[in-house]
C-alpha cells in the first residue's frame, strides 16, 4: 500500500505540481484524523487543478 501511495504522489505532483501535492497531502492528513475541514480543502484543491484548463 505505501508503494502505491508512493506512485500517486509522485504521479500527481508531475502532473499538477507543488499544489497537487499539497492537495493530496490535505487528503491524506484529513483522512488519517478525520477532520473534514483538511479532507475537503484538498478536495477543493485538485478538484479546481483538474478542471482548470477547462474553465
Known amino acids: 500500500m505505501p508503494v502505491l ?3 500517486v504522489e509522485q504521479l ?3 502532473r499538477y505540481g ?3 501535492a ?3 497531502l490535505l487528503i ?3 483522512f488519517e484524523t478525520r ?5 475537503s480543502a484538498g478536495a477543493v484543491l485538485l ?3 483538474v478542471a482548470g484548463p477547462a474553465l
Not at 477532520?35 to 479532507?39: D, G
Open 12 to 14: 500527481v505532483q508531475w
Open 18 to 20: 507543488v499544489a497537487g
Open 28 to 30: 491524506s492528513v484529513g
Open 47 to 49: 478538484a479546481l487543478l
Open 35 to 39: 477532520s473534514h475541514r483538511a479532507l
Open 22 to 24: 499539497v492537495g493530496l
Open 5 to 7: 501511495a508512493l506512485f
